[in-house]
Nanobody
Framework: QVRLVESGGGSVQAGGSLRLSCAAS????????MGWFRQSQGESREAVAI???????YYGDSAKGRFTISSANAKHTLYLQMNSLKPDAPAMYYC?????????????????????????WGQGTQVTVSS
């Protein structure tokens, strides 16, 4: 059984920082990819950052240069350090894990898998950034 539990969300002013954590339990040895997705009300769930077993990373355009994904404790803990946060509608940030790669690369670049391809999800933690 795989369980992902997020923490660290909250309300912050623009320009501030938050560090999200995801505690993973179960057969984490079976994970190839872990990542963070976000979803605002009425929007689809989109990839923010992904890290794979070989430490290959992917960052969405809004995360590049401001967010850092990392893992610790043999991938039992996943982090997302978010700096220089910008004003935005409240969003749920979800921890994700999958036994398959979630980063797909081709000659045109690297792209994340769709949210419907992810095997395991946490319950989410809400992030609100006010101006």
């Amino acid at each position: 059984q795989v369980r992902l539990v997020e923490s660290g969300g909250g309300s912050v002013q623009a320009g501030g920082s938050l560090r999200l954590s995801c505690a993973a339990s179960g057969d984490t040895d079976g994970y190839y990819s872990m990542g963070w997705f976000r979803q605002s009300q009425g929007e689809s769930r989109e990839a923010v950052a992904i890290i794979e077993r070989d430490n290959t990373t992917y960052y969405g355009d809004s995360a590049k240069g401001r967010f850092t994904i990392s893992s610790a404790n043999a991938k039992h803990t996943l982090y997302l350090q978010m700096n220089s946060l910008k004003p935005d509608a409240p969003a749920m940030y979800y921890c994700a894990a999958d036994p398959q790669p979630l980063i797909r690369c081709s000659v045109t670049g690297c792209y994340p898998s769709g949210h419907n391809e992810v095997s395991f999800w946490g319950q989410g933690t809400q992030v609100t950034v006010s101006s």
